[in-house]
């Protein structure tokens, strides 16, 4: 039987006298490889051991064929020379040398059948193994089929799963669309809520003032007579104003005349002043040459 790897995870042998295929799987392809190098090992150490045991069952049936024409002379021999001890005294160097040889030979029969108890039974085991292994390969077939309807179920679910995940995505991201449009709501009803209290606080104070509108209505009566009032004193003033400003002009005109005069005054005087330096050089003059 050969082990031979089919994939990474799985080998298979064929016992061609069974007419039969036994396979194995493994979780790893290091364990497929030690199973391998394991089933090689144990097939070597089968044949080595096979041979051996047809070498010594050869050695045994060549030397019991060897032997078997001279026992019966030496059995004549002591029968002949006497008793039982007088046949081991007379036994001679080659029938020595040949009842060793049958003891080793009786030795390895011994051992020989030892080790064909002990590879059948190594051999059952190994049956039992193989049909345990059967019985385990139908149950992972059995599995296998099982777990592809499981597989095939799981990604049914699972793409039901994608499409429920997306439907809530969606509807997520329309939920924060909503929060933020509520945000912003809250943020205008707010500035709204302020407006409110400004136009409250604004209509307050038009009722305020509108209780002391007859007040002020008296008051700009009052201040209606007044401007009435003074707008009489005013058409006064402007009569008076008028009759200041022609006063004014007159003053004005008089000023002018008064300045022309005044001017020829002043040139009069500085001509008197300029007359009056001229005499006192001439009396300084006169004084220094005294």
């Known amino acids: 039987m050969t082990f031979t790897k089919t994939s990474q995870k799985f080998g298979q042998w064929a016992d061609s006298r069974a007419n039969t295929v036994f396979g194995l799987g493994f979780a790893s392809e290091q364990q497929l490889s030690k199973f391998a190098e394991k089933f090689q090992e144990v097939k070597e150490a089968a044949k080595l051991a096979r041979d051996k045991s047809q ?7 060549n030397h019991s064929q060897e032997s078997g024409p001279d026992t019966p002379s030496s059995n004549q021999a002591s029968s002949i020379n006497g008793t039982d001890d007088e046949k081991f005294f007379h036994v001679g160097p080659e029938d020595a040398v040949l009842q060793t040889e049958n003891d080793q ?5 011994e051992q020989s059948n030892t080790n064909a ?14 049909a345990r292994l059967v019985d385990a390969l139908q149950e992972s077939s059995a599995n296998v089929e ?20 997306a439907l809530l995505e969606s509807q997520c991201n329309e939920a924060n669309q909503e929060k ?7 943020v205008r009803v707010q500035e709204l809520e302020a407006e409110l209290q400004d136009k409250e606080q604004e209509l307050e ?10 007040q002020l209505m008296a008051e700009c009566e009052s201040i209606t007579e007044k401007l009435q009032a003074a ?42 002043i300029d007359e009056l330096h001229e005499v006192r050089q001439g009396l300084s003059k006169l004084g220094v040459d005294n």
């Open 55 to 61: 070498e010594k069952v050869d050695t045994l049936s």
């Open 146 to 165: 099982s777990w592809k309807k499981q597989l095939s179920t799981c990604k049914e679910e699972s793409d039901t799963l994608r499409e429920k995940i």
């Open 231 to 272: 707008e009489t004193r005013n058409k006064e003033l402007e009569g008076r104003i008028e009759g200041l400003q022609l006063d004014i002009d007159d003053s004005r005109q008089k000023q002018g005349n008064m300045k022309g005069e005044l001017k020829k005054f002043m040139d009069i005087l500085d001509g008197k």
């Open 180 to 186: 933020k449009q509520n945000a912003q709501l809250g």
């Open 205 to 214: 104070n038009l009722r305020k003032q509108a209780e002391i509108i007859p």
């Open 105 to 109: 030979l009786k030795s390895a029969v």
């Open 117 to 130: 108890k002990k590879w059948e039974t190594e051999l059952q085991t190994l049956r039992e193994n193989n």
